[in-house]
Structures are given as C-alpha cells and as structure tokens.
C-alpha cells in the first residue's frame, strides 16, 4: 500500500526555519520514477501548491516561494524535503507531500496528485 508519511512541523516564530520530510513506501514503481511536490493548505484558505521535483530533480517554486524554500529529494532512502527559510505568518498551513507517477510534475502550482500524506502542522507567529 503506497504511503507518504511527513515529519518536521512544529511552530516557529517569523524568520525561522523548519525542515519538512517525507518518507515514502510501498509504491507500485521505484520512487525515483515518480514526480513529487509539496502542497499546503490554511483554514478558510485555498489549497496551494508550494514546489515539485520531477524525477530528473528539476525543482519549480510557486510565486513567492523561491529563494526561501528548497524542494529537494533522496530516492536511495526514498525521502522527500522541504527547507523553509525567513518564514512568515502567513505559511502557517498543513503541509502535504504528494506523488505522481508521470515523473515530469508540470506547474508548481498544482495541488492534486493521485498519492498525498496525512500532513503536517507548520505554525508561524510573529
């Protein structure tokens, strides 16, 4: 059974740091096939897609993420990161990492994938 499972939320206050990972199992295919991202989403919000990696690691950012956050991936331990700098209020969400098994994920905007995680709380106060 394919499953995401995130880690490193927790709560920050603004212009910190946190580091999200997410560790995949149990996936039809290798991991290193698939297209992954992250997305968030906030109470009364819409869902936001935040970064993807395809499976040859080129990363895209959504408008305004670049330059603060860093999508990366280790498919030898079939994990998924998410580096948060110079965090603000307002990227305080649950976070979700998400898979797709077309390696080239398309817009970094995008927030539906067939697989997703539970999530995990990032809190940002000020």
Aim: charged share 25%; glycine share 12%; aromatic share 12%.
């Amino acid at each position: 059974q394919e499953r995401l499972e995130e880690s490193g939320g927790g709560s920050v206050q603004a212009g910190g740091s946190l580091r999200l990972s997410c560790k995949a199992s149990g996936f039809r295919w290798p991991i290193n096939v698939y297209c992954m991202g992250w997305f968030r989403e906030a109470p009364g919000k819409k869902r936001e897609g935040v970064a993807t990696i395809d499976n040859d690691g080129s990363a895209r950012y959504a408008y305004g993420m670049e330059g603060r956050f860093a999508i990366s991936r280790d498919d030898a331990k079939n994990t998924l990161y998410l580096e948060m700098n110079r965090l603000k209020p307002e990227d305080s969400a649950i976070y979700y990492c998400a898979a797709d098994p077309y390696g080239y994920c398309g817009s970094p905007t995008r927030s539906e994938y067939p697989s997703r995680g539970q999530g995990t709380q990032v809190t940002v106060s000020s």
